[in-house]
């Protein structure tokens, strides 16, 4: 059965579908750098200190440029649903949606691989597929996608969608991740499961890549293994590493680890610290105590508690932050990586634009010589320029 016209079938018209390998293969003994997007207002920090980063399409295309020419890997920006209303902001109220962002993104870039957040509850399987492969052509082969299986119960609750139980959540996001797999594995998909019921799914086009990046951040052991037995990279704290290694030993799967990092950086020391103690001191008590509250971290009352005490406040917003000029930054970055023994880093940065000039400039040059000292490398993007 023919499934395409002549002149645009994969057969005889080779680089249409399964003609690239995996975006990001891991590769021994490199550590590579990517970015959080600043897609969200106030980004990662509920602060009013002064702040230039913004949430728009001009600065997020800015943003992915920059860290495309200082030779970051890759870039993913967060699914928000509803803002965290604080004292005086309202923490991440506007935010610009993922999959539209990325393929515009994607159209704009070259080397640079972006990944697309879904919320697994809120997107059919066969519709997510069907995105991810327009995304993957766009890019041809620059694309991945991260699996979120759930947040934050007032951005659901907000569109009348039930957030499972924490565990049911990774048994569906399975199910769903079955589906989207069979339709890019195979064009077409069939499953008479617990959560999802298709029959003959069809998902032509497949995507360039032969198996496009999955990546997940899972925190517990129910995200960790999740991770492990799914994912091709886990976003993690590198505190975790150690722990994440011995499930991925039990479960017998090869999955990269990229750690995530907050960097305060600026041109001095002393500038960067003042930055620090600026977001700190500005910070809207409000904003995270019903963060606290609304991912079920906290009851009410232990957050009002936990707000008081002292230095909560820096710890929450700052606690393993690096901050520092870009020397110190890159040395310290580079060191965080070898001790913990990571494949990458995912940086979340305060002023995006200004921030990736310096650690371009000053930090990746010492970055990358910090590494090279422990038998590392700093490793670039490639691209097959048959595709691109």
Known sequence: ???????????????????????????????????????????????????????????????????EAVGMSFAFPAARWAGLPGDEIVWRGASLDTITLTAALLASTKHITLL?????????????????????????????????????????????????????RYKYTRE????????????????????FKV??????????????????????YTGMRFSAERADYIFCYGERAEKFREIRAEVGRDCGFIGTKSVIIAPTTEQAKRRAEQIVDAADRGALRNMWVTSGAESAESAEE???????????????????????????????????DIDGICLNLYDYLGDLVLIGSRAIPVFEAELAVHGKSFRKPTVDESVS
């Open 306 to 340: 936990r707000l008081n005490k002292p230095g909560a406040v820096h710890d929450y917003l700052l606690g393993d932050a690096i901050v520092g000029s870009p020397e110190e930054v890159g040395a310290q970055l580079a060191q965080w990586a070898v001790k913990h």
């Open 116 to 168: 697309t957040t879904v919320n697994t509850n809120l997107l059919n399987p066969v519709v997510a597929a069907k995105y991810g492969v327009g995304l993957d052509h766009i890019g041809a082969g620059r694309w991945g996608l991260n699996v979120v299986s759930g947040w934050g119960k007032h951005e659901f609750a907000a569109m009348g969608v039930e957030l499972l139980d924490h565990k049911e």
């Open 1 to 67: 059965m023919r499934y395409y016209p002549e002149h645009a079938d994969p057969a005889t018209r080779p680089g249409l579908e399964h003609c690239v390998e995996r975006a990001l293969p891991n590769v021994e003994g490199s550590v590579m750098l990517g970015i959080f997007q600043p897609n969200q207002a106030f980004g990662e920090w509920p602060t009013l200190a002064p702040n230039p980063s913004e949430w728009t399409f001009e600065y997020n295309l800015a943003t992915v440029r920059a860290a």
């Open 199 to 220: 029959d003959k799914a069809s998902g032509r086009p497949r995507p360039m890549q032969v198996s496009p990046l999955i990546v997940n951040a899972g925190q517990s």
């Open 176 to 195: 769903w991740l079955d589906i989207v797999e069979m339709l890019w594995r195979d064009g077409e998909a069939t499953l008479d499961g617990e959560y």
